[in-house]
């Protein structure tokens, strides 16, 4: 693939993603950890989910700076404008989802797992197109690497801590606990394993070793 179809291909696939994290928001039965705390300081404050996502997003950025120093490649600054791409459509599909409102709890479940799965879609695409990651996924990446821990492990750790953290600010600053329910769990659990199927469906490898887009069923 070249690379102008890669970064088509990654725009694209932020775009699906970003389409996801509303519609599991809509469903009311909790967010996805990754999306946990910015979605608690928005609805604490006067800034929409994507405003907030963009403001963590920048200090993620920031923290793998830190880590990795001169290990930290230019093209990751690349990041900032994926985000804003990224933040702005997690807004724009808040519009778009605006009419999803499920009562029955069957339908809330199933928006809930059609966003999951929108999210992993969109992190499976990501992957296939191998030029850049959120800054979600690359603090994830860059913790693995400067402690040297398995980055399973890391990605575990990170998601429970943003969950604590959005949970002590939810009962700080709103008196409850708001948008950390079942779902959070469920879709915690379901975004790794959709994303492992949609990569094994939508990628190759080619005669050269590299990860191509190639959808086969």
């Given at each position: ?198 990569l ?14 190639r959808?086969?069923?």
């Amino acid at each position: 693939m070249s690379g102008t179809f890669r970064y088509s291909l990654f725009i694209f696939a932020v775009i699906v993603q970003s389409s996801g994290i509303p519609l599991v928001v809509r469903s009311l039965l909790g967010i996805s950890p990754t999306s946990s705390l910015p979605y608690v300081i928005s609805v604490a404050s006067n800034f929409s989910l994507g405003q907030m996502t963009f403001a963590f997003n920048m200090l993620l950025i920031l923290a793998q700076y830190m880590l990795l120093r001169s290990k930290f490649h230019k093209i990751q600054l690349l990041q900032v404008p994926m985000t804003i791409v990224f933040s702005f459509f997690i807004d724009v599909f808040m519009d778009v989802w605006s009419w999803v409102n499920p009562v029955n709890y069957f339908f809330k479940l199933v928006a809930l797992l059609i966003g999951t799965a929108l999210i992993a879609f969109g992190i499976a695409v990501q992957g296939i197109a191998n030029v850049l990651m959120l800054p979600g996924e690359g603090l994830v990446y860059a913790v693995s690497r400067y402690f040297r821990i398995d980055l399973s492990k890391v990605k575990t750790g990170n998601d429970v801590i943003l969950v604590v953290c959005a949970a002590v600010l939810s009962v700080i600053y709103l008196g409850i606990i708001d948008g950390i329910r079942e779902g959070t769990l469920i879709a915690a659990l379901l975004t790794g394993v959709l994303a492992k199927f949609f990569l094994t469906h939508l990628g190759a490898v080619d005669e050269h070793g590299r990860l191509i887009f190639r959808p086969h069923w």
